[in-house]
């Protein structure tokens, strides 16, 4: 990212293209899914993405602490870039669990869990675009953080319904190995609502 563009455009960029890279890697998760092959080699390909995020976040926290003034709070810049580094690490996490607990095949709530931290990352990266133009897409911008609170809503069902069904099982080891891979596709979801509790934060902050 050039020192030469502004500092407003240096900061929401990096805000913008993490969000982004969040949305590559929680769509490959799916992609992963849904073409249940070579998954050591699709897993591996994630954690690339989620190693990107980390230095998003690096270049990020460098910039904060060359750049005295900031667009918003240097605070709030840096509580956004963590909380979507965290979402990109627990959808690694996630994938890196398929491969690790050697899960022949994916069940039906851990693909539908997938599914919603990919809406959920798309109303991320949407609210992200209407950060720096706040004043004027308030209501876009509320609206996207209503509907990722939605989704972590049903994500929740979907994971306490997943668990009781997995209990029912006789296999203790199944039952680890698939307890793992919903907790971690689950605190995905949770994640994505805590960048929009972040959002929400900023959204009152400067109203």
Not at 23 to 44: F, P, R, W
Not at 143 to 168: H, K, M, P, S, V
Not at 170 to 196: F, G, N, T
Request: charged share 30%; proline share 3%.
């Amino acid at each position: 990212m050039s020192i030469l563009l502004p500092r407003e455009d240096r900061f929401y960029g990096l805000i913008e293209a993490a969000a982004s890279n969040v949305s590559k890697g929680a769509e490959m998760l799916v992609a992963m899914l849904n073409d249940y092959t070579d998954i050591a080699a699709k897993a591996l390909a994630i954690k690339d993405v989620e190693h990107a995020g980390d230095e998003l976040t690096h270049e990020t926290y460098d910039l904060l602490n060359r750049i005295f003034v900031t667009p918003l709070d240097r605070e709030d810049i840096g509580a956004i870039s963590s909380a979507l580094d965290d979402v990109i690490d627990l959808v690694e996490a996630a994938a890196d669990d398929f491969v690790l607990c050697g899960i022949e095949e994916p069940l039906p709530p851990a693909m539908e869990m997938a599914q919603l931290i990919v809406q959920s990352c798309v109303q991320i990266e949407e609210a992200m675009g209407y950060l720096r133009r706040l004043n004027k897409d308030r209501a876009a911008f509320r609206d996207r953080l209503t509907e990722i609170n939605r989704l972590e809503n049903q994500g929740d069902t979907i994971y306490r319904n997943a668990i009781q069904t997995l209990f029912q099982q006789s296999d203790p080891v199944m039952i680890l190995k698939w307890k793992q891979v919903y907790d971690h596709l689950e605190r995905a979801i949770d994640a994505c609502e805590d960048v929009a509790d972040v959002l929400h934060g900023v959204l009152l902050k400067y109203a």
